[in-house]
C-alpha cells in the first residue's frame, strides 16, 4: 500500500530533551516537507527537500533541523525542544512534476513539550 | 504564492449539495487551484485540482470562472462523512511550499 508513516504518533516529553521524528514513504516520491499545524493558525511548512541531500527551509524552521540522506526517509530533529513546539506535526510527499502536486501526507505526530 | 480568502465554516444538511468559494484576486498566470480536504487527527488529502472552467472528479467539482480570481468547489449530496476542513491552495504548478491558511470548516447536520 502506498503511504507515509511517521513515528512515534504521540509523544511527551521535557524541554530541552532531544528528539526525532521519522518519516518514511514509499512511493519512490523526490519531494518531501514537514508541517506543523496549531489551532487558529492552519499547516505552516517547517522544512523542505526537493531530493537526496538537498533541504531548504519552509515558512517556521526555527528550532528544527532535518536530513535526506536516502530518498524515502525524510526525519524531522528537534535539538532541544520547547513548550512552543507543542503541535501536531506532518510529513508529506509528492513526485516532482510540472503538471500537478498532489501531496500525499502521514498519519500526524502529536507532540506535547513540557 | 497567492493569498486565498475562504470562509471561516459552513454548516450543512445530509444531502444537500455544498459550494465553497475561495477568493484568490492576485492568482498567477501560471497558477492551478487545488483543494486538500482534512478530517480531525488526520493528514490532509488531495481532493481535486484546476486551472479553468471546470473540472470533475468522483469526489467534487471545481469551478474556475475566466478572470479565475475566483473558484468554487462543489460537494453533491454531502454526508456526515464529508464534514472535514477544506483548504483552497493556488500555486505554480510543480511548486511545492503549499500555503494551506485556516481552512473552511464545514459541519454536515443530519
Known amino acids: 500500500e502506498a503511504q507515509v508513516t511517521q513515528n512515534p504518533r504521540y509523544l511527551i516529553t521535557v524541554t530541552g530533551k532531544k528528539l526525532t521524528v521519522t518519516c518514511s514513504q514509499n512511493m519512490n516520491h523526490e519531494y518531501m516537507s514537514w508541517y506543523r499545524q496549531d489551532p487558529g493558525l492552519g499547516l505552516r511548512q517547517i522544512y523542505y527537500?526537493?531530493?537526496?541531500?538537498?533541504?531548504d527551509k519552509g515558512d517556521v524552521p526555527e528550532g528544527y533541523k532535518v536530513s535526506r540522506k536516502e530518498k524515502r526517509n525524510f526525519p524531522l530533529i528537534l535539538e532541544s525542544p520547547s513548550p512552543n513546539q507543542t503541535s501536531l506535526y506532518f510529513c508529506?510527499?509528492?513526485?516532482?512534476?510540472?503538471?500537478?502536486?498532489?501531496?500525499?501526507f502521514g498519519p500526524g505526530t502529536r507532540l506535547t513539550v513540557l | 504564492l497567492a493569498k486565498t480568502t475562504q470562509p471561516i465554516s459552513m454548516d450543512s444538511y445530509e444531502g444537500q449539495e455544498v459550494n465553497i468559494t475561495c477568493s484568490h484576486n492576485?492568482?498567477?498566470?501560471?497558477?492551478?487551484i487545488t483543494w486538500y480536504q482534512q478530517f480531525p487527527s488526520q493528514g490532509p488529502r488531495f481532493i481535486i485540482q484546476g486551472y479553468k472552467t471546470k473540472v470533475t472528479n468522483e469526489v467534487a467539482s471545481l469551478f474556475i470562472p475566466a478572470d479565475r480570481k475566483s473558484s468554487t468547489l462543489s460537494l453533491p449530496r454531502v454526508s456526515l462523512s464529508d464534514t472535514a476542513v477544506y483548504y483552497c491552495l493556488v500555486g505554480e504548478a510543480g511548486a511545492n511550499n503549499l500555503f494551506f491558511g485556516t481552512g473552511t470548516r464545514l459541519t454536515v447536520i443530519p
Open positions: 508529506a510527499s509528492s513526485k516532482q512534476s510540472t503538471i500537478y502536486n498532489e501531496q500525499f
Open positions: 492576485n492568482i498567477a498566470t501560471n497558477d492551478y
Open positions: 527537500s526537493m531530493n537526496v541531500e538537498v533541504t
